[in-house]
């Protein structure tokens, strides 16, 4: 099976997870030049702000980057065309199956990596002709599935004969060296980017991140079908209330709609919606993601040099005791 670091054309096998509203140009180009896949994140952005960031990062760094866009997009068939014009190395994916466009991007040059969080739908991409699979779990910060990293990871291994990138709670060497002894040939770390000092998300949320515990994220929106995962604010909690009430899609809709802008751009950590992962109790500084990405993979290069010690003396010592 092709290596990560081959297909990709990086030095670490580590993507930098797409962030609506917050990887632009500035964090993708940054974490590429430290070694990693930096993504800009394309989210529901208008086309030409997309063509606008892939030629800031261009000028940026020489190193592959590659853009994310969810298929929910108003914008995507638009979007899809200035990637193949702009020939970007990678395109990840969210929201369901690239399928249709995978033929024309691939002619292109550009590699396909959909997100997905289901063995059934790594299966679909897979024979619509998907490079590797990003499979991620419900530990994860923003929209999410209902399968856990530890489950859906080895599970996915087993269906797919493409490479899967395992993404969902990875914050550090240990979230490495456990994705690769799940099945994984790569990482997807969104949450401890948010901290990147490359990331031009507003200070009070980073605040936020950093100070977050273990039990401080919530999925908001499970009633209506597309989860969320954030930081528990007023906010969060008004949408569970709603949810509790059994609220109808659009009353919880209305409630959501510019949220994450709220909080990425004007800094409202308290009405806007703070999307992050569950690792963030993990996640204590800012750093530059150069910083970042080695600190991870020294980490994990350690734990794999002290693989697990079994006692295998222990037993029988105890029979001859
Ligand atoms: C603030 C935020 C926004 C996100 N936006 C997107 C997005 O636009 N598209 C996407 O495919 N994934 C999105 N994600 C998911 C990340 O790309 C990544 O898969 C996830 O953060 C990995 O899990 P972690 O947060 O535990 O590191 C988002 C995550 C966060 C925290």
Redesign the pocket.
Known sequence: MINICELLGIKYPII????????DSSLAAAVSNGGGLG?I???AAEPEWVREEIRKTKKLTNKPFGV?I?LLSPHVDAVMDILCEEKVAVV????GNPGKYIEKLKRSGVKVIP?IASVALAIRVERAGADAV?A??S?????IGESTTMALVPQVADAVNIPVIA?????DGRGIAAAYMLGAKGV???????VAKECT?AQSYKDLIIKAKDTDTIATGRSTGHPV?VIKNKLAREILNLEKKNACFEQIEMLTVGK?RAA?KDGDVIRGS???????GLVKKEQPSKEIIEEMFKEAEEIYENRIDICRSGSSAHRNG
């Not at 930098?16 to 990887?23: E, F, H, N």
């Not at 990840?92 to 929201?95: L, N, S």
């Not at 530990?139 to 929209?143: K, V």
């Open positions: 930098q997870g797409a962030m609506a509203w917050i990887a993504i994140a394309a989210g994310n969810m990840t994916t969210g929201a997100v990003i991620e779990g530990e994860a910060g923003g929209h993404a969902g709670g990875i914050a997807q770390v969104g949450t401890r980017f948010l998300v995962r994450l990425v703070v999307m992050s992962g569950q690792i963030a």
